[in-house]
Each structure stands twice: as C-alpha cells, then as structure tokens.
T-cell receptor, first 114, second 115 residues
Framework: KAGVTQTPRYLIKTRGQQVTLSCSPI?????VSWYQQTPGQGLQFLFE???????NKGNFPGRFSGRQFSNSRSEMNVSTLELGDSALYLC?????????????FGPGTRLLVL | AQSVSQHNHHVILSEAASLELGCNYS??????LFWYVQYPGQHLQLLLK??????LVKGIKGFEAEFIKSKFSFNLRKPSVQWSDTAEYFC?????????????FGKGTHLIIQP
C-alpha cells in the first residue's frame, strides 16, 4: 500500500505571496492532519480534516487554512506569507478522526519564504 | 493544554550501548502515546505506540517503551544500539478524548551512535 504523498516537495516563495500544498493520504484513510516543523518550535499541529470537515485546529493564525476533498485528499493554503512561515509542512493520515488512531506521515513539503 | 518533555536533546552513544530516552507529558487524562523516528533524509516513521493494556510495548528494530501512568512517562529503551539507530526521536501524545490539539510532540532527541 502506498504511503502518504505530498506535493510539491520543495517550494520557494516571497513574502506576501500565497501557497497551496497538497497531500494524498494512504488509501482508505479518511483523516488528514497537518503539522508545521521548524528548528525553533519543533512539530506543531495545524489542523485536522475528516470527511471534508475541519474537526480540530491548532493555534495558528487565520492565514493558515485547509480543505479536504471527497477522495480524502487535502490541501493546505497559507496566504500573505511571512518569513517565519519557512518550515517543513508535514501531512499525516489515519483511519479515522477519533483519538486513538495512529497517524502516518508523509515526506513533507519544505517551504522557504524569501 | 498538553505538553511533552523530552529530557535529552542530544545523546551520543557507542555501538552496543544501552539506550533510554525520557519522555514525560502533562495531561493526566486518558492518552495515547507514540514514539516516532526520523532518520537522516527520511520522513517520520512510527516506532511504537501505546493505547491500552500491557504498559510495556514493543516496536520495530528492537525498541520498546514503558508507560508509567503515575509518573506521566513513556520512556523509550533499546538494550543494544546500532550505528543505524542514528536519528531524531520524537515522543508524541494524543488525548484520547478526540485529540483536539492533534498530536503534541516533544522537541525531539538527536541520537548519534558512534561506530
């Protein structure tokens, strides 16, 4: 079974631009979560989608948004990019959105904001 | 809010040495516990997990972890490390009640195994 895939793998943007990242979960997984990884803050939870609905949200500004499609694929959007948004963005999928289910991570999208 | 502490940010060991990485969490309710590993150039991989039952759980590559509820701890152990265990190790906690904050991760422990 194929793992979680994320596209693109690398991205360079300038301040003020917006960016969209994509995530395809493991086949059969309906929950997709997004995380931001930086050297300073470590891994931080952004949000989780299940059945096309945002179920949970971390402590990030409204510039960070996402959506999930009927095939469980998910996209994450960051508007008005800031230098501090440079990070590795990780997507994880699990069988359901309920607590207690194991999350499997993709390789991430490395975003550099100049 | 849940918080996770990993006591050692950098650990250097020689091959065949025993390993124990500490992990403590703050929330006292029902939790699900995980250890993930990130090898150089690779993505996060699940090492092992604890949901319920036997507090001593075994994972891949000879790793094990013990859940001690009274100490809010979930320490990772391996009796004899190998050079290939060089990686970043992350402890993570999911509140069983729905995980409103998603997985909460520790800051990670960078483990270097010297041949």
């Amino acid at each position: 079974k194929a793992g979680v895939t994320q596209t693109p793998r690398y991205l360079i943007k300038t301040r003020g631009q917006q960016v969209t990242l994509s995530c395809s979960p493991i086949s059969g997984h309906r929950s997709v979560s997004w995380y931001q990884q930086t050297p300073g803050q470590g891994l931080q939870f952004l949000f989780e989608y299940f059945s096309e609905t945002q179920r949970n949200k971390g402590n990030f500004p409204g510039r960070f948004s996402g959506r999930q499609f009927s095939n469980s694929r998910s996209e994450m959007n960051v508007s008005t990019l800031e230098l501090g948004d440079s990070a590795l963005y990780l997507c994880a999928s699990s069988l359901s959105g309920q607590g207690g289910k194991t999350q499997y991570f993709g390789p991430g999208t490395r975003l550099l904001v100049l | 809010a849940q918080s996770v502490s990993q006591h050692n940010h950098h650990v250097i060991l020689s091959e065949a040495a025993s390993l124990e990485l500490g992990c403590n969490y703050s929330y006292g309710g029902t939790v699900n516990l995980f250890w993930y590993v990130q090898y150089p150039g690779q993505h996060l991989q699940l090492l092992l997990k604890y949901f319920s039952g036997d507090p001593l759980v075994k994972g891949i590559k000879g790793f094990e972890a013990e859940f001690i509820k009274s100490k809010f701890s979930f320490n990772l152990r391996k009796p004899s490390v190998q050079w290939s265990d060089t990686a970043e190790y992350f402890c993570a906690v999911l509140n069983s009640g729905g995980g409103a904050d998603g997985l909460t991760f520790g800051k990670g422990t960078h483990l270097i195994i010297q041949p």
